[in-house]
């Protein structure tokens, strides 16, 4: 059997259609003095801290372990290698070490409220709300503020240039470009563009420098040239978020992406805060300590005027194809079209396979649609029926057993209409698995970051193969004879021989 062409057809199609991210609301468990949260960070080691108004809480997994509590309305955190830096409503700051277990620091720099905190080589540096800037090391401080000549001593943030030892302060009533030079501790004003009130966030972005205002919209600001223009018409900033490729900003009424146009990506009034944590994945914090994720890697084909095709299957002398209403059911030689069924409103189609008889369609929102192309009649399979999750990702078959890969893991339905789920989770962890494979020789899953496991005789097994696909990110499989064809996330196609 050659290479699937609903695979490499979903691949070629999947490039223009326009994504929409996957959410999901996660509740941890708190503890019981847990107040309004505030902002969330994720440290080099991957944990993330919140903090809230009775201090600090590390989250593991599900739950919320309150770590510290003696520094109470929690406003700021800097994770810097094996510190966590925390500023609060009072102007208070602690330094906690070795994963948040050890306090060695505690004192008061203001009587402001900490908004930002980051650390600049040796320094550390604190915007403040009312206080303007402060600089402070192990044995030195330096102070910028309104009598100084910075705009406004109500500061948001800071972003530090290494390139030309300069730092850049967002405040109530404009952009301040500042020099520091900490070897006689100098911290002077070079620019402002007290045109830019309200500017609340500030980033580097395409090698230029991006300012959010409240009410004006973001601005881009040439280096070198300091000429700022108007790069997007999306007020109510609070934060940028940036990844390798995109710009993400929280503002009052939740998470967009700039893509250049603005995206709206999750409707929330309530998000105090949020990170990236990691390849297309969001974590949003709301106030009252609920989680967000928004899950980019997964993007939902979205019905378009063309009704385009996102799926195809050959199964002797017809040819099936599936848009977002409709699946279509063609003579292969003569291309004629011999029958059309309509699909459950909104259905947006992955995968396809047919046994003759019947077809299989894998959605993204609707489960598993088996079908019979003669009659149109279609039955579902979902999280109703037995499915772990709805938004299916792959389908096999072998012999009289259709084998399902979902955002929840792994499933089959015999000729019966029998689910049975798969438990994954002891072998291959919490990552998800694109692909699934049947043959007589086991069940092959390619996953995200883990290469490929093999299921039989009811036991998982982690397939030994070359370094470069062991731990790979595996999109697709498909038989051929005794080899298994797979395409990674680096876009390389490898064969492996079946064991």
């Not at 992406?257 to 929330?268: F, G, K, V």
Request: glycine letters at 10%; a negative charge; charged letters at 20%.
């Amino acid at each position: 059997m050659r290479p699937s062409l609903s695979t490499i057809f979903c691949l070629i199609i999947a490039v223009g259609a326009q994504a929409q991210p996957l959410t999901k609301e996660l509740s941890p468990a708190y503890p019981t003095n847990f107040k309004e949260a505030n902002v969330i960070v994720q440290d080099p080691r991957g944990i993330i801290w919140i903090g809230d108004g009775n201090g600090i809480l590390r989250l593991d997994g599900t739950d919320c372990e309150r770590v510290y509590d003696d520094i109470v309305g929690v406003s700021a955190l800097c994770a810097s290698g094996d510190s966590l830096w925390v500023g609060n409503r009072d102007g208070n700051v602690a330094l906690l070490v070795s994963s948040g277990t050890k306090l060695v620091l505690n004192k008061s720099v203001s009587t402001s409220t900490i908004n930002h905190i980051s650390v600049i080589d040796s320094w550390v540096c604190f915007s403040l709300d009312g206080e303007g800037v402060l600089l402070a090391n192990a044995s030195d401080s330096v102070r910028f503020n309104a009598k100084q000549g910075l705009s406004d001593d109500v500061v948001y943030q800071t972003l530090w240039q290494s390139e030309t030892q300069q730092l850049i302060a967002s405040t109530d009533r404009g952009i301040d470009i500042l020099e520091f030079r900490s070897s006689d501790k100098h911290l002077g004003l070079v620019r402002q563009f007290k045109e830019l009130s309200l500017a609340t966030s500030i980033t580097d972005w395409g090698g230029d420098v991006l300012a959010g205002t409240y009410n004006q919209g973001v601005f881009s600001i040439k280096k070198g040239t300091f000429s700022a223009s108007i790069a997007s018409g999306l007020t109510e900033i609070q934060k940028f978020v940036k990844s390798k490729e995109s710009l993400f900003v929280l503002t009052d009424n939740g998470i967009w992406e700039i893509d250049p146009d603005p995206i709206h990506m999750l409707n929330a009034d309530d998000a105090a805060d949020f990170i990236y944590i990691d390849e297309g994945l969001l974590l949003v914090l709301h106030k009252n300590g609920h989680l967000s994720t928004i899950d980019l890697r997964f993007s939902k084909l979205a019905e378009s005027a063309n009704a385009e095709i996102t799926a195809i299957a050959v199964e002797g002398d017809h040819l099936y194809g599936a848009t977002s209403g409709k699946l279509l059911q063609w003579e292969r030689n003569s291309g004629t079209l011999i029958q059309s069924c309509t699909l459950p409103v909104g259905t947006i189609t992955t995968r396809i396979i047919s046994t003759g008889d019947y077809v299989y369609v894998g959605t993204f929102n609707e489960g598993l649609l088996k079908i019979n192309p003669s009659t149109c009649s279609i039955t579902q399979f979902n999280v109703a029926s037995g499915l772990p999750d709805d938004n299916v990702l792959d389908l096999s078959l072998y012999r009289d057993t259709v084998w399902v890969v979902s955002l929840g893991g792994l499933s089959s339905i015999d000729s019966d209409g029998a689910v049975l789920v798969h438990p994954t989770a002891e072998a291959i962890g919490s990552t998800y698995i694109y692909s699934v494979l049947a043959t007589e020789k086991g069940i092959y899953l390619g996953t995200d970051g883990k290469g490929i496991f093999k299921l039989g005789s009811g036991k998982f097994q982690k397939l030994r193969l070359d370094s470069i696909i062991e731990n790979s990110t595996v999109y697709s499989l498909s038989a051929d004879g005794d080899n298994v064809w797979l395409n990674t996330k680096t876009s390389d196609l490898y064969t492996i021989t079946a064991e």
